[in-house]
């Protein structure tokens, strides 16, 4: 997609340290060591890229690629900001609260690349600053409201408390590409909970494709756990597709799948509770897992490091169009489990109802994204090995002898 920029942006030689008033620019000397291994990361990553982290302009100068990532302090979000580092992208990073970032810094490596900027969705004319310059924008960010207490009139609520301001914040985002004139695609972070694997008599389908979206009226009639999440990720991307359509910006989304393996936020992001749930036994965490179980009969995964590299791709293919499903696998509830608690023994594990889904659950399936020569590196074992061994060093699980 990366053509060569038909006007030529001038680049002022100070320009990475004059800020604007709402950013702010950090940067810290790191060892050499860490140099020789980022540079080395580097190359290893970029090999068989379209595009490079550089391109062409006029054909002599070289200028850097530039992406925004919403949701800089998130699971998805802070690995993103490290990988586009890695691969050497400069990045605009946007976060609600600048002292997440203090404890993210020594984890994003190359900091002279990174621009933080405080952005809230909720703030119109919040990205303005952020999207100025970029080549895309990665659209990670989203309230992640799973449930909200019961309240007389709770559809008036969830509509002007949850929903509106969710798609307010994303079409705020958007006007802030349309204004910068040099996005040139944006890549928005879906949710598998937009797919259900039940057609529309309740019957389960062998295979479940991006074509297989949740209904809307389904999901506030029956409000099963997460409804309020599942909603606002379906109407958010709706009207996304909507707008974008309407106003001629390329918008692609990934219908991610439930995420594991390390993370480096401060705390434990909610898909790895979600996915440990049966061995933490969160009561809040088990019933979205619950959820999930009934709408899919299956849970599918995917690598924290799949997720962003497929986000990456995505944004880099030129024949990228519309939404793609990213998950390695789809796992049966029951394998799920016997898996988790192969891994970290535990007395009192939880069970689920395994769903009726017929011989074998339905398969979450990602040919479109395959087809497109997208390669995940990672299995199930891999993702939770590393997600009970990054929870075991935070402290989030006590250690377990064998
Ligand atoms: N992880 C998964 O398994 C999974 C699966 C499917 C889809 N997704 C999607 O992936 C995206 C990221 O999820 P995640 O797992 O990384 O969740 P997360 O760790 O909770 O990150 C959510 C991010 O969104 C930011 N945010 C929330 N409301 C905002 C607002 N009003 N303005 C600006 N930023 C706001 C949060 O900022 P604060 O740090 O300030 O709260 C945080 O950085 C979401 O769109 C989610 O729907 C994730």
């Given amino acids: 997609m990366y053509r060569p920029a038909a006007v030529t942006r001038r680049r002022n030689p100070l320009g990475a340290f004059l800020l604007p008033p709402s950013a702010f620019f950090i940067r810290f000397n790191f060892p050499f060591w860490r140099l020789v291994?980022?540079?080395?990361?580097?190359?290893?990553?970029?090999?068989?890229?379209?595009?490079?982290?550089?391109?062409?302009?006029?054909?002599?100068?070289e200028e850097k690629m530039r992406f925004c990532v919403t949701g800089a302090t998130g699971y998805i979000g802070s690995w993103l900001v490290n990988t586009l580092?890695?691969?050497?992208?400069?990045?605009?990073?946007?976060?609600?609260?600048?002292?997440?970032?203090?404890?993210?810094?020594?984890?994003?490596?190359?900091?002279?690349?990174?621009?933080?900027?405080?952005?809230?969705?909720?703030?119109?004319?919040?990205?303005?600053?952020?999207?100025?310059?970029?080549?895309?924008?990665y659209h990670v960010a989203a309230s992640m409201e799973f449930n909200v207490m019961a309240t007389e009139n709770i559809e008036a609520y969830v509509q002007s408390n949850i929903i509106d301001p969710a798609i307010k914040?994303?079409?705020?985002?958007?006007?802030?590409?349309?204004?910068?004139?040099?996005?040139?695609?944006?890549?928005?972070?879906?949710?598998?909970?937009?797919?259900?694997?039940?057609?529309?008599?309740?019957?389960?389908?062998?295979?479940v494709d991006e074509s297989c979206q949740t209904p809307i009226d389904h999901v506030w009639k029956t409000r099963v756990g997460g409804w309020v999440y599942v909603l606002s990720k379906l109407l958010t991307e709706e009207a996304a597709f909507q707008f974008a359509k309407e106003n001629g910006i390329d918008l692609v989304s990934?219908?991610?799948?439930?995420v594991g393996g390390p993370f480096i936020t401060?705390?434990?992001?909610?898909?790895?509770?979600?996915?440990?749930?049966?061995?933490?036994?969160?009561?809040?965490?088990?019933?979205i897992l619950s959820a999930v179980n009934s709408r899919m009969g299956s849970l599918a995964l995917v690598h924290i490091e799949d997720i962003c590299n497929a986000h990456i791709f995505l944004m880099e293919q030129a024949k990228a169009e519309g939404r793609y499903i990213c998950g390695v696998q789809s796992y049966q509830m029951s394998e799920l489990i016997n898996h988790l608690a192969k891994v970290y023994p535990?007395?009192?594990?939880?069970?689920?109802?395994?769903?009726?889904?017929?011989?074998?659950?339905?398969?979450?399936?990602?040919?479109?994204?395959?087809?497109l020569g997208f390669n995940y590196k990672y299995g199930l074992e891999d993702i939770i090995q590393q997600t009970i061994n990054c929870c075991l060093d935070h402290g989030f699980l006590p250690q377990i002898r064998r």
Wanted: with cysteine; net charge positive.
């Fill in 346 to 371: 535990c007395s009192n594990i939880q069970r689920l109802v395994e769903e009726e889904c017929g011989s074998a659950p339905s398969e979450i399936c990602s040919k479109k994204l395959n087809d």
């Fill in 85 to 137: 580092l890695q691969r050497g992208y400069m990045v605009h990073a946007t976060l609600r609260d600048p002292e997440k970032a203090a404890h993210l810094l020594p984890s994003w490596s190359s900091c002279d690349r990174l621009r933080l900027f405080k952005a809230d969705l909720l703030n119109e004319g919040s990205f303005d600053e952020a999207v100025k310059g970029c080549n895309g924008v």
């Fill in 169 to 207: 914040g994303t079409l705020n985002l958007l006007k802030a590409c349309l204004k910068s004139k040099t996005v040139e695609r944006v890549v928005f972070t879906s949710s598998i909970s937009t797919i259900t694997a039940k057609d529309s008599l309740g019957r389960w389908r062998a295979v």
């Fill in 266 to 287: 401060s705390s434990v992001p909610s898909s790895i509770r979600v996915l440990l749930s049966p061995i933490t036994g969160e009561p809040e965490f088990f019933s």
């Fill in 37 to 61: 291994f980022l540079v080395a990361g580097i190359l290893q990553e970029n090999k068989g890229m379209e595009n490079g982290p550089e391109r062409k302009v006029e054909g002599k100068r």
């Fill in 254 to 258: 990934v219908i991610t799948t439930t």
